[in-house]
């Protein structure tokens, strides 16, 4: 179920981890308006398309005490009615999916309301899988930030940052997503710290963050989302439960959120892609 695909499109080929491919030289790429009506152009690399996208159904691991398992329901097939369709019963946040600045603020953008311009961005990816590995509740700190840029240049100006910390394969191991301790009752996996968060929203230009964990905040804390109160109230977007982060470089490619467009949304599922 955790495996991204990756989508051959026009171009040469390029390796599988990130940071051994080269940002896409200027002939191969191609720009794409991300609006109707005046919107910014954004550089989209020609080559590979990675798909940062878990599959979700029923099995999907779920906070059982606010979020109910995704439910598919058969609604119409060939053989009786013509036509196959199904019938979908899903929380927002369920999957790999979008919190929109409204999840923690009433005065915020709903889902259907961020902008089109906002969705296309640069993507830097801060890997801390090492860590994590040893330490389930490790987070993102602005040191981490910093060693990055230390590599690659300044976090690009309305990029979506995301933190690799190698989570996204422990999606077919029964219990091992969210890692639920019975023994301190609480959840044990990463994400960003409070102060990383503030970081990104008062020194840098992001329009969104991401993890491939199950939450921007660390499982140690699921009844304080300081993290979120941070970055969504600040008009920034999280993206929680990517895939594939270890396919892609750490600079140098485009994301694509496929955010949905329902009326007041807090949230819900996307569609990621990044292309390098």
Known sequence: ????????ASG???PERGPAVPAAPAETTKTAETAPHGGTRVRIPGGTVRDLTHVVGPDWPVFDLYVRPMEIKPLANIAEHEYNALELTYNEHIGTHVDAPRHFDDDGLSVERIPAESLIAP?????V???AARDHVTELT????????????????????????????????????LNFDEKDGIYRFPGISVE??????????????????????????????????????AGKYGIECLAG???????????????????????GPARVLAFL
Do not use: K
């Open 1 to 8: 179920m955790c495996n991204p695909q990756t989508v051959a």
């Open 12 to 14: 040469p080929s390029r």
């Open 123 to 127: 993507l830097a990816v801060v890997r």
């Open 129 to 131: 899988a090492e860590r």
């Open 142 to 177: 602005v040191d981490d930030l910093l060693r990055w840029e230390s590599r690659n240049g300044r976090i690009p100006d309305r990029a979506v940052l995301a933190v690799d910390s190698g989570w996204a394969a422990r999606i077919d191991t029964p219990g091992a997503f």
């Open 196 to 233: 990383a968060a503030a970081f990104l929203v008062e020194e840098r230009s992001v329009v969104g963050v991401g993890v491939d964990s199950p939450s921007l905040d660390p499982g140690s804390r699921p009844a304080d989302p300081y993290t979120h109160r941070v970055l969504l109230p």
């Open 245 to 267: 982060l270890d396919t892609v470089p750490d600079a140098g490619a485009v994301v694509v959120v496929g955010a949905p467009r329902h009326t007041g949304g807090t949230g």
